[in-house]
Nanobody, 128 residues
Framework: QVQLVESGGGTVQSGESLRLSCTAS????????VAWFRQAPGKEREGVSC???????YSAASVKGRFTMSRDSSKNTVYLQMSRLQPEDPAVYYC??????????????????????WGKGTLVTVLS
């Protein structure tokens, strides 16, 4: 079993930055792929970014160049550095993982296929 806890959400002005954290407990996530997803009110959940076992990252086109993932395996934590936040970015952001070391992506966008473990999410609000 893996428990994931997201943190770092908040309210910022358009153009500002936030860093989200996703910390795992239980079975180590150091060798798993971890992905971020987001869901805005009335919209479907969408993939944001993913980092695999070797540290390779994938990002959706909508955030590429603005959002960056990294991991600190010693802390069992992955980060999503979000820069130049835009009015289309507000959502509840979730991290998720499964037993695989590679990301499941389509056109560099993570997909939730096989993601067995999910956090409860952290809310990001962007004021325009």
């Amino acid at each position: 079993q893996v428990q994931l806890v997201e943190s770092g959400g908040g309210t910022v002005q358009s153009g500002e930055s936030l860093r989200l954290s996703c910390t795992a407990s239980g079975s180590t996530s150091a060798y798993r792929a971890v992905a971020w997803f987001r869901q805005a009110p009335g919209k479907e959940r969408e993939g944001v970014s993913c980092i695999n076992k070797s540290g390779e990252t994938y990002s959706a086109a909508s955030v590429k160049g603005r959002f960056t993932m990294s991991r600190d395996s010693s802390k069992n934590t992955v980060y999503l550095q979000m820069s130049r936040l835009q009015p289309e970015d507000p959502a509840v952001y979730y991290c998720a993982t499964d037993t695989h070391s590679e990301c499941s992506v389509v056109d560099s966008t993570p997909i939730p296929y096989g993601m067995a473990y999910w956090g409860k999410g952290t809310l990001v609000t962007v004021l325009s």
